[in-house]
């Protein structure tokens, strides 16, 4: 199993701050199959970046995916009030698909 | 539009069984994977099982292997997960999605307690 651990586990920053989410694997991920989603309260996640680095329809362009291999990175250029929220890598390369435990963006 | 909207989540007892739905719209069904994904009260998401455009191939997490049975209609579109001997840890909201997981329906709750 392809474990993800993402870094921090907790975030803590103000608006208009640069956020850097980092989410490690403990094998190698083509980068075709890794994405980040974000996730509300009460909400679906919802999908931000995938094949690493392309953002889906509709998202920001303060938000930035890179990376490769093992080493991944989310980076919010500024943060807007609505970007505080859990965020989380996926791999789906390998069977079984796994994910990060996630990283919660939260107001400083 | 697409939509992917989940039903048949409640209260089981341990043991039970419970059959979730996925009705999606909005794009072709028959040509898409799809996953279920579940969440548990304040844990982080966790893959269930997925199955091919025509059912053919279906994959499951050791966790559920033997116990759930994910399938599709393809000229209903709909996607169910039939849940059997339900456990506590079972408890979650459940979520289908699509290949390209760009979707997501909004969850179905199901919560295994006597």
């Known amino acids: 199993e392809n474990v993800l651990t993402q870094s921090p586990g907790t975030l803590s920053l103000s608006p208009g701050e640069r956020a850097t989410l980092s989410c490690r694997a403990s094998q190698s991920v083509s980068s075709y199959y890794l994405a980040w989603y974000q996730q509300k309260p009460g909400q679906a996640p919802r999908l931000l970046i995938y094949g690493a680095s392309s953002r889906a329809t509709g998202i920001p362009d303060r938000f930035s995916g890179s990376g490769s291999g093992t080493d991944f990175t989310l980076t919010i250029s500024r943060l807007a009030p609505e970007d505080f929220a859990v965020y989380y890598c996926?791999?789906?390369?390998?069977?079984?698909?796994?994910f990060g435990q996630g990283t919660r963006l939260e107001i400083k | 539009e697409v939509e992917l909207v989940e039903s048949g989540g409640g209260l089981v007892q341990p043991g039970g069984s419970l059959r979730l739905s996925c009705a999606a719209s909005g794009f072709a069904f028959s040509s898409y994977w799809m996953y279920w994904v579940r969440q548990a009260p304040g844990k982080g998401l966790v893959w269930v099982s997925h199955?091919?455009?025509?059912?053919?191939?279906?994959t499951y997490a050791d966790s559920v292997q033997g116990r759930f049975t994910i399938s599709r209609d393809n000229a209903q579109n709909i996607l169910y997960l039939q849940m059997n001997s339900l456990r506590a840890e079972d408890t979650a909201v459940y979520y289908c999605?699509?290949?390209?997981?760009?979707?997501w329906g909004q969850g179905t709750l199901v919560t295994v307690s006597s």
């Open positions: 199955i091919s455009p025509d059912g053919d191939t279906t």
């Open positions: 996926q791999q789906f390369g390998s069977s079984p698909i796994t």
């Open positions: 999605t699509r290949t390209t997981f760009d979707y």
